[in-house]
């Protein structure tokens, strides 16, 4: 990974966090209306409030961390907690990889430099790679997926 532009990312990811967090936890609840159930509501916040303060900007922060210290094995440890924990709230290897792309997308509308880019598509692939081969390892039956 290029370490200047990862680090050029990881500020940009920072500049954005907040933006590309409630368009992408909207988009999320559009999609998939069944995660509503799965926040717990508190009276200050909306559905896309907490769906981003709970599930986007978490993510937000990962990919952060796996930019600055240039290690994409960070996130093996978070996604195979969620994938351990979160389907038994209704969370789906669906609703999951749906908001890496869709963050990544929110991520592309911004202009990044083309070293930037690739960078951003390096940590897309690896993420979505490593949720194909945590579900896949963990259901037998789960249908292969390319990225």
Do not use: C, K
Request: no cysteine.
């Amino acid at each position: 990974m290029d370490e200047i532009a990862a680090t050029q990312l990881a500020r940009r990811v920072d500049d954005y966090r907040q933006a590309i967090a409630e368009r992408v936890a909207a988009r999320l609840l559009r999609a998939f209306p069944e995660l509503t159930h799965t926040l717990r509501l508190e009276e200050n916040y909306g559905p896309v409030e907490r769906m981003a303060e709970v599930a986007v900007r978490p993510l937000s922060d990962l990919i952060r961390a796996m930019l600055l210290f240039d290690a994409l094995e960070i996130a093996e440890t978070e996604l195979r907690w969620a994938r351990g924990v979160l389907p038994r709230w209704g969370v789906s290897y669906e609703h999951t990889t749906a908001m890496i792309r869709w963050y990544f997308e929110e991520l592309g509308r911004l202009p990044l430099s083309p070293a930037e880019r690739a960078v951003a598509t390096e940590v897309e692939r690896h993420l979505l790679n490593l949720m194909v081969r945590l579900y896949r390892t963990a259901e037998p039956n789960q249908r292969a997926v390319t990225v």
